[in-house]
């Protein structure tokens, strides 16, 4: 009898956990990491020498008044987000 009132318990509280949310463990959603450098493009916008190829949008101001944005490259010369996964070359074995 005993048995079966722990087990009557221990369902009870699962079903709980499952359908009410607030009484429930929190469900987090993890955020995926972006390798982000310092100048905050990504590493796909740095070559392999770290120097970055996107442009940046700068205010451009003439005589005191502002006229718009124009691109400008960026001028980050080197990556120091974190380091992306290394790429390894594993030769197909064949027997």
């Known amino acids: 009898m005993e048995l079966i009132i722990g087990a009557v318990i221990l369902l009870v509280g699962i079903l709980i956990g499952r359908f009410l949310p607030g009484l429930g463990r929190q469900r987090r959603s993890v955020a995926q990491v972006q390798p982000v450098c310092g100048c905050g493009h990504a590493s796909s916008f740095h070559d392999e020498k770290g120097r970055c190829h ?42």
Not at 59 to 85: I, N
Request: hydrophobic share 30%.
């Open 54 to 95: 996107a442009d940046n949008q700068v205010a451009r101001w003439d005589g005191g008044s502002w006229v718009g944005t124009e691109s400008v490259p960026c001028s980050c010369q080197k990556y120091t987000g974190p380091e992306p996964l290394p790429a390894f070359y594993a030769p197909e074995i064949t027997e």
